[in-house]
């Protein structure tokens, strides 16, 4: 059965530092377009990176640019988020997803990501 785990999160005061980690199982990620999401209380869902299938370089929400960085470990078949610089508004659950089906667009598009981790979740906080 084909399953995305996110771990890597936790409290971190304002400035600090974060490694997320989506790990796969069931299926080959480098197949796929996979993102990282979060959602903040009280606010949508909103794409913070994403990587294209067969690509090594990612893409980022204007918010994330220059603080996090996403990288591709396929002997581990796994997906980090390197979070730097971390600001109190980054403060959601974050989660990893990828689409199935195949799309043309940016990943950073939001559609057709179907298949979603349970989430983890980051306070950035003094």
């Known amino acids: 059965q084909a399953q995305l785990v996110e771990s890597g999160g936790g409290l971190v005061q304002p400035g600090g530092s974060l490694r997320l980690s989506c790990a796969a199982s069931g299926f080959t990620l480098d197949y796929y377009d996979i993102g990282w999401f979060r959602q903040a209380p009280g606010k949508e869902r909103e794409v913070v990176s994403c990587?294209?299938?067969?690509?090594?370089?990612?893409k980022y929400a204007d918010s994330v640019q220059g603080r996090f960085t996403i990288s591709r470990d396929n002997a581990n078949n796994t997906i980090y988020l390197q979070m730097n610089s971390l600001k109190p508004e980054d403060t959601a659950v974050y989660y990893c997803?990828?689409?199935?089906?195949?799309?043309?667009?940016?990943?950073?598009?939001?559609?057709?990501?179907?298949?979603w981790g349970p989430g983890t979740q980051v306070t950035v906080s003094s």
């Open positions: 990587i294209k299938n067969r690509v090594t370089s990612g």
């Open positions: 997803a990828i689409r199935t089906r195949f799309s043309s667009r940016t990943c950073l598009w939001m559609g057709l990501y179907d298949n």
